[in-house]
């Protein structure tokens, strides 16, 4: 009896639907205790840098003291952290955010794929500007990516501290919603419909301690695995697993032990600095769930796979095979430095040195005002621990009461200008430029005269570690849009185009290109053009170039339809029209305006002219110069006007006898 032949069901194109894995139950358990193997070394490497290091940088940024009251020089002494750190990590946040957010568009996507005529081109074009709009609103959006709180928390974070991690997480919220209610036989049914609230991409900002990788592998996509701690509540466990996230009968058995009941030990002592009391109680009670990405081998293809773990109960809540497309991971890293160094570990030493000299001339004006009061032993009238404030009268002699001034009042200058150097000397270590610098673009003089100077200002002030450390910033902003949007991809629209005033079908083509990679997002560094107004005074002189080269092109183009003129000049007009159109097209590449100057300056095809054999009958009305020159040789000629001439250029030999002896008309 023959087999049926073996089929392959593809899964639905753009559709969420993670599969667990169907490896056998001894390989399965073979990864969980891998994975066990892992979590626990990484937990026992970081754990000095998560316990004690990060929380000292995090204090560092937020300006705190590291005691509460000082008692030295004398109690209640002045107690000041100067806010170095925290002034760098808002200002660079700051300065990379307005970059990106105050231009448009927010995302810039460009077809790998080479147009095979205008009217493919001019599609590419409407899906890339179908794509960059739909973001445009989706990234505002509080209800869509909410992006912009998101990258504030994102580059704050990784600018103090040297790293940070957002997440791109599938959501779908489909709850019953009240649609109304109806009365049957003096009986109330209450209706509700399911309704899709959202589904798409989620972002969520990652704590620092949250992330667990190897601190030797220098690239982030590189290690293997990838752990990410997820601490969750009783709830949180049962939606994840009423949505078949999670295998339902293994969060009953991981519901019986939780890690603890409230929060870890770092978050109740920041809660503590929030006047936030954290006490032991079964509904704080939280289980941490490591999220592992990695690879394994399997009938010798490697696969790419996504595993929850919980380590207390070694019992794995679900497997899957990784649902994002080529195997990414969808956890993207920003980093201020090569080595991860941030704001708060480069400054801490400058920020203390700062804060003591500040501190020391506080004490010292202090001193200054209050001096030190010496009181005779002999009086008996005053008790020795009085105290004294302006207006006391004191029942002493004149002799019994002294104040001595312990201070010196040009100190004072000596140190702030002291504090002001330190200052200074933060600041170049960190690198930040000022707010303002440089000039606009190129500029057009008295005389129409072109001039780049100011391109060159700007590219020169963007050449600092500033501009180096907004590019990187940009960089991670670039990943992470190219990840939401692998997202849209794959788990669909459903109606946000129309929503957003987008053409869905559209939309939708553009998204499938970007998953088929044959649109990406290009990543640039820091440019010129990054400023929108520069690049609006770049598009009015190139819109002034562009009206001079077609006023050019047309009197060249008028010249080369004349059939009189030699065909050597003909073909030099030719060459020249071409060569004229490929440089403007340049112009528009350099210009960043599109990848595809054809749209802006097209083509031109240049028929080809055949020259007139007949000159022109004496009176017939001449359309240019050289017809008016001919008719008049030939005039001249006609009434007799002397020997031959030699045959002008650009005319032709004079009609008449032999050797150019005109005769009679």
């Given at each position: 009896m023959a087999t049926a032949p073996t089929t392959i069901t593809e899964r639905p194109a753009r559709k969420f639907e993670p599969r667990s894995v169907n490896f056998p139950a001894s390989i399965q358990e073979?990864?969980?205790?891998?994975?066990?193997?892992?979590?626990?070394?990484?937990k026992s490497r970081l754990r000095n840098l998560h316990e004690n290091k990060i929380p000292e940088l995090r204090r560092i940024i937020d300006g705190e003291p590291k005691d509460e009251n000082k008692s030295w020089p004398f109690p209640n002494c002045s107690n000041l952290v100067h806010q170095l750190a925290g002034e760098a990590c808002d200002d660079l946040a700051a300065r990379v955010l307005q970059l990106i957010w105050l231009t448009s568009p927010l995302f810039y996507f460009q077809y790998l794929l080479t147009a095979k005529n205008d009217d493919e081109a001019a599609h590419f074009t409407k899906k890339g500007k179908a794509l960059e709009r739909f973001f445009d609103y989706a990234a505002y959006e509080p209800r869509e990516l909410d992006l912009y709180t998101r990258e504030n928390e994102w580059f704050i974070d990784s600018a103090g501290l040297g790293k940070s991690w957002m997440i791109v997480a599938p959501e779908q919220r489909i709850e019953a919603v009240y649609v109304g209610y109806e009365t049957v036989e003096t009986k109330t049914r209450v209706h509700f419909d399911n309704k899709t609230l959202y589904e798409g991409p989620k972002l969520i900002k990652a704590r620092y301690e949250d992330i667990l990788i190897d601190p030797d592998v220098s690239v982030f996509e590189d290690n293997d695995p990838i752990v990410r701690v997820c601490t969750l509540k009783k709830r949180k466990l049962q939606e994840r697993s009423f949505k078949g996230h999670f295998l339902a009968d293994r969060v009953k058995q991981v519901l019986e032990q939780p890690d603890r009941y409230g929060p870890s030990d770092i978050r109740k002592r920041e809660n503590s600095k929030k006047g936030i009391s954290d006490a032991q109680d079964n509904t704080m009670a939280e289980w941490d769930i490591y999220e592992c990405y990695f690879s394994w081998y399997h009938n010798k293809k490697k696969h790419r796979l996504i595993c929850w773990r919980h380590l207390k109960t070694h019992i794995t809540l679900n497997c899957v095979y990784n649902f994002v497309p080529d195997n990414q991971v969808p956890i993207v890293e920003t980093r201020l430095s090569v080595d991860g160094k941030g704001m708060a570990q480069m400054l801490k030493h400058n920020q203390e040195e700062v804060s003591t000299a500040k501190n020391q001339r506080n004490d010292a004006q202090t001193w200054s005002l209050l001096g030190i009061n010496t009181l005779s032993p002999q009086n008996k009238n005053i008790d020795r621990n009085f105290k004294i404030w302006p207006g006391i009268m004191l029942p002493v002699n004149k002799d019994d009461f002294m104040h001595h001034e312990v201070a010196n009042a040009a100190m004072f200058t000596t140190s702030l200008q002291n504090e002001q150097a330190m200052i200074q000397q933060a600041r170049e270590r960190v690198g930040i430029a000022p707010a303002v610098a440089g000039q606009g673009a190129g500029t057009v003089g008295k005389k129409g005269s072109y001039s780049s100077m100011g391109t060159i200002a700007t590219l020169q002030d963007s050449n600092?570690?500033?501009?180096?450390?907004?590019?990187?910033?940009?960089?991670?902003h670039v990943k992470l849009g190219s990840l939401c949007t692998d997202f849209y991809g794959f788990l669909g629209l459903g109606r946000k185009g129309t929503v957003f005033g987008v053409d869905d079908k559209l939309l939708t083509e553009a998204l499938e290109d970007f998953v088929e990679r044959r649109a990406r997002i290009p990543m640039r560094a820091a440019t010129a053009s990054m400023n929108k107004e520069v690049t609006k005074q770049n598009e009015i002189l190139l819109n002034q170039a562009v009206s001079a080269y077609i006023k050019e092109t047309s009197s060249q183009f008028q010249a080369y339809m004349n059939a009189n003129i030699p065909p050597e000049y003909k073909k030099w007009i030719k060459d020249v029209i071409k060569a004229k159109t490929r440089l403007m097209q340049q112009i528009i590449r350099d210009?960043?305006?599109?990848?595809?100057?054809?749209?802006?300056?097209?083509?031109?095809?240049?028929?080809?002219?055949?020259?007139?054999?007949?000159?022109?009958?004496?009176?017939?009305?001449?359309?240019?110069?050289?017809?008016?020159?001919?008719?008049?040789?030939?005039?001249?000629?006609?009434?007799?006007?002397?020997?031959?001439?030699?045959?002008?250029?650009?005319?032709?030999?004079?009609?008449?006898?032999?050797?150019?002896?005109?005769?009679?008309?």
């Open positions: 073979e990864i969980g205790n891998w994975l066990d193997k892992n979590i626990e070394s990484l600092t570690r500033s501009s180096h450390r907004q590019s990187d910033f940009r960089h991670s210009f960043q305006i599109s990848d595809q100057p054809e749209e802006f300056i097209p083509n031109i095809e240049l028929p080809e002219v055949q020259p007139n054999a007949q000159a022109p009958t004496q009176g017939a009305p001449a359309g240019n110069p050289a017809d008016k020159l001919l008719q008049m040789v030939q005039s001249i000629r006609a009434r007799g006007g002397g020997g031959s001439a030699a045959p002008q250029p650009g005319l032709p030999a004079a009609a008449g006898g032999p050797e150019g002896q005109g005769g009679a008309a």
